[in-house]
């Protein structure tokens, strides 16, 4: 896989070299189990996957060549570039400006900008209605797109399967930056399109699948989550499931076999591929290879959890989501909420609030510390939150020490 120009200060001399580590230890990443870094009254579980993703290290990647390329010119993001605040921070800093925030507010007029600026794309993509605005105002963004490119592989599956005339359900967060620019291909491809959010919605929308509520209710309940002409009378069919590419990918798989059976149920198993479009290959690598290392931190038995990213993170909430079914997890953007010992800030991704809490760190020796993050986290901050808590303990092992128990003898 193609290697990125990323800054330095993003890089952590210790994470790689635990990745590197795993990376000739099981080179088919068939093992999801975490590596141990013991530093005696600490040992820390670090995930098999995490942190940054092709996607973001090519976003960065371009980012930065922007700045360097453009001096003295308006350098501008469509919205934040990946939802990691220090990134964004980093970027701000350097002068780049954002156009709209996070939900699509505007920050900035887009009668203020001209052809003479930069106007980068983050990897989320951007809908189709933005790109031809900024088009029209002669403003180019190819040499300046970061669109992941399994964001817009996602887009090339819709495509094919709206031109197939299969209705699209998107399986996402209708606010969410990725879902919108994918919406707004999807409805230039399908005849109707319609978002849900978790299987909760799914069965909603099967009710009206198998005749078991009304047009009138359909549009009350799926208000801006739809195509505009959507009948359910004749859009409910032929169906595709297609994803934000950081949803939880078991819960795609679920929404999508659920729509098989109850297609099934209503046309019969022989009909069923005139009727339903097999898509399960719009689900990321990267969201399904950080679930899966997830996963291996539940195999295990540890005090406590801490996951690292942006508040905003999608992907990063729903490694959050795992974890709390077994640890009790602390969800932090980066080791300054660790405020001491005792005393943690951490975000309450149900209500959307921070929260502070005491004694967060058990009276016992050796602690046993999950430690992983998003796809959008730097591993300088992973370091930065290994090295807070281990000035709390005397007794510290250095890392080479810590490093020679993990590699092969």
């Not at 000739?24 to 999801?32: F, I, S």
């Not at 078991?212 to 801006?224: C, G, R, S, V, Y």
Request: net charge neutral; glycine share 4%; with cysteine.
């Amino acid at each position: 896989m193609k290697s990125f120009n990323v800054p330095d200060f993003y890089r952590s001399p210790i994470i790689s070299k635990v990745k590197q580590f795993r990376k000739l230890q099981d080179p088919r990443k068939k093992d999801n189990s975490p590596t141990i870094l013991n530093y005696g009254p600490i040992h820390y579980y670090i995930a098999r996957h995490f942190g940054f993703c092709y996607g973001v290290e090519n976003a960065i990647e371009i980012a930065f060549k922007a700045l360097d390329e453009n001096p003295g010119r308006r350098i501008y993001l469509l919205s934040e570039m990946i939802h990691n605040p220090l990134v964004n921070k980093d970027l701000i800093e350097r002068g780049v400006q954002f156009l709209q925030d996070t939900y699509g507010n505007q920050l900035i007029p887009f009668e203020s900008i001209t052809s003479e600026d930069i106007v980068m794309i983050p990897a989320f993509g951007a809908p189709l209605e933005l790109l031809e605005l900024l088009n029209n105002k002669q403003i180019k963004t190819e040499s300046y797109n970061t669109t992941c490119p399994f964001v817009e592989r996602v887009w090339k599956k819709s495509e094919q399967v709206g031109k197939s005339k299969y209705s699209i359900i998107i399986h996402g967060k209708y606010n969410h930056e990725e879902t919108r620019s994918t919406f707004s291909r999807s409805i230039k491809d399908s005849e109707a399109v319609v978002i849900i959010r978790d299987m909760a919605e799914a069965k909603n929308l099967a009710n009206y699948i198998l005749g078991k509520k009304t047009q009138q209710e359909f549009d009350l309940e799926f208000k801006n989550k739809i195509s505009a002409g959507f009948d359910i009378s004749k859009h409910l069919s032929k169906l595709a499931v297609i994803n934000q590419t950081t949803m939880l990918a078991t819960e795609t798989s679920e929404i999508a076999a659920f729509y098989k059976e109850i297609l099934i149920q209503k046309y019969g198993v022989d009909q069923i591929k005139s009727h339903f479009a097999d898509t399960n290959d719009t689900l990321c690598y990267a969201t399904n290879e950080n679930q899966d290392a997830t996963y291996g931190l539940l195999e295990i038995d540890a005090d406590i959890a801490i996951v690292v990213g942006g508040y905003n993170s999608s992907n990063t909430s729903h490694i959050v989501e795992l974890c709390e079914k077994k640890f009790k997890t602390f969800f932090i953007s980066s080791a300054n909420e660790i405020k001491n010992k005792n005393t943690i800030l951490h975000f309450d991704y149900h209500n959307k609030k921070l929260v502070k809490s005491s004694d967060f760190l058990p009276d016992k020796l050796p602690i046993k510390i999950i430690v992983t993050s998003g796809a959008s986290c730097p591993d300088s901050m992973i370091e930065e939150v290994i090295t807070r808590i281990n000035t709390f303990f005397v007794g510290v092992l250095p890392f080479n020490e810590v490093l020679s128990q993990i590699e092969p003898k």
